[in-house]
């Protein structure tokens, strides 16, 4: 399953962006969907997760209160709505999927098994 993430770019400090995660041939529907992030010479980090059906969602500390996780059935994509965007929120944000497991929530990059190639965001001041 090769994942797309989109809808990145360049913003400023306080800006909102909204990125989307989407496939092509198969739906996302049955998987569990997480969002990570790559800043350059760091590791990459859980940012959000969002349950299959998209009632359950987790999130980072770090933009807890900012960024907000849904998904969007009818064009099978997973959304990250960030707000007030800060200048560490820049990095790399990838999608990520895998099967899902009632109750259980997977916010490790290797809990997952399918990955998209990633968006660049980037937040100057």
């Known amino acids: 399953v090769q994942l797309q993430a989109s809808g990145g770019g360049v913003v400023q400090t306080g800006d909102s962006m909204m990125l989307s995660c989407t496939t092509t041939?198969?739906?996302?529907?049955?998987?569990?969907v997480g969002w990570f992030r790559q800043a350059p010479g760091d590791e990459r980090e859980f940012v959000a997760t969002?349950?299959?059906?998209?009632?359950?969602?987790s999130y980072a500390d770090s933009v807890k209160g900012r960024f907000s996780i849904s998904r969007d059935f009818a064009k099978n994509q997973v959304n990250l709505q960030m707000n007030r965007l800060k200048l560490e929120d820049t990095a790399i944000y990838y999608c990520?999927?895998?099967?899902?497991?009632?109750?259980?929530?997977?916010?490790?990059?290797?809990?997952?098994?399918?990955w998209g190639q990633g968006t660049q965001v980037t937040v100057s001041s």
């Open positions: 990520a999927s895998r099967a899902s497991i009632d109750g259980v929530y997977f916010t490790r990059a290797s809990d997952y098994d399918n």
């Open positions: 041939g198969r739906t996302l529907s049955p998987d569990v």
């Open positions: 969002v349950s299959r059906r998209g009632t359950r969602k």
